[in-house]
């Protein structure tokens, strides 16, 4: 049973920057698609940043380019999502899940954080950008 616990959230000035982890356990991440989602008071959960660990491919929601990049090690089995240029807008709880690759086979990179396809979730990681 794969298991992902996140860390890494905390408060943070406007324009700040902070490194999420997504550590898995349980299996390696090798045939999965990863993705960071995130929840703000009110609002409905939103795709941040996927990566299929198997090709490489990667996607990211309009409001993060450029300021966020999803990273993997295979060898530490953990997926990052470095964040920078925080604005407040970005506050908001952060949840890591993955799915198995086999439920993309064929779709396009745009449906690669489509949650419905996600079966572990991790706990959450809350940031907060705040001046």
């Known amino acids: 049973q794969l298991q992902l616990v996140e860390s890494g959230g905390g408060l943070v000035q406007p324009g700040g920057s902070l490194r999420l982890s997504c550590a898995a356990s349980g299996s390696t991440l090798d045939d999965y698609v990863i993705g960071w989602f995130r929840q703000a008071p009110g609002k409905e959960r939103e795709g941040v940043s996927c990566?299929?660990?198997?090709?490489?491919?990667?996607y990211y929601a309009d409001s993060v380019k450029g300021r966020f990049t999803i990273s993997r090690d295979n060898a530490k089995n953990t997926v990052y999502l470095q964040t920078n240029s925080l604005k407040p807008e970005d506050t908001a709880v952060y949840y890591c899940?993955?799915?198995?690759?086999?439920?993309?086979?064929?779709?396009?990179?745009?449906?690669?954080?489509?949650?419905?396809?996600?079966?572990?979730w991790g706990q959450g990681t809350q940031v907060t950008v705040s001046s």
């Open positions: 899940a993955a799915g198995h690759r086999i439920k993309w086979s064929g779709e396009p990179l745009l449906r690669l954080c489509v949650s419905s396809k996600y079966n572990y």
């Open positions: 990566i299929s660990i198997s090709n490489g491919r990667t």
